[in-house]
């Protein structure tokens, strides 16, 4: 384990994916921090990890029923890094995701239900 990072991306840079087996992760903003950097990912299901209830298995994720499954889990693990055209599929699917997440494009969203919602009670 490398401790305390400056700059998480030389770690996500390195990595081939990021599994995220979680009992309880109440968003999982680690996954979305690989997610933009165009890692792969497989993820526990909504009921274990917030985040994923805004993903699509196999289409932007890999996502564990049960992330105490360790059968599930190696045959994710099994897909995601022996299938080069999974992975890099998963891999741009997340990218994109991720990008809907940007603090710009939040912000943008942010201001415009404020300015929304206080047009409405002028």
């Not at 840079?13 to 009992?23: G, M």
């Not at 805004?54 to 994710?76: M, R, V, W």
């Amino acid at each position: 384990f490398l401790g305390q990072l400056r700059e998480v991306g030389t770690a996500y840079d390195a990595a081939d994916a990021l599994v995220h087996p979680t009992l309880e992760d109440t968003f999982g903003m680690v996954v979305l921090e690989a997610m933009a950097h165009g890692l792969p990912v497989v993820v526990s299901a909504a009921r274990y990890c917030g985040l994923a209830q805004l993903l699509t298995d196999e289409e932007n994720a890999l996502i564990l029923q049960d992330p105490t499954d360790a059968l599930s889990l190696s045959e994710a693990l099994r897909r995601v890094l022996g299938v080069a055209s999974l992975r890099l599929r998963l891999g741009q699917a997340a990218c994109d995701f991720a990008a809907g997440f940007k603090w710009k494009n939040l912000s943008i969203v942010q201001e415009s239900m404020y300015l929304k919602s206080a047009l409405s009670h002028e």
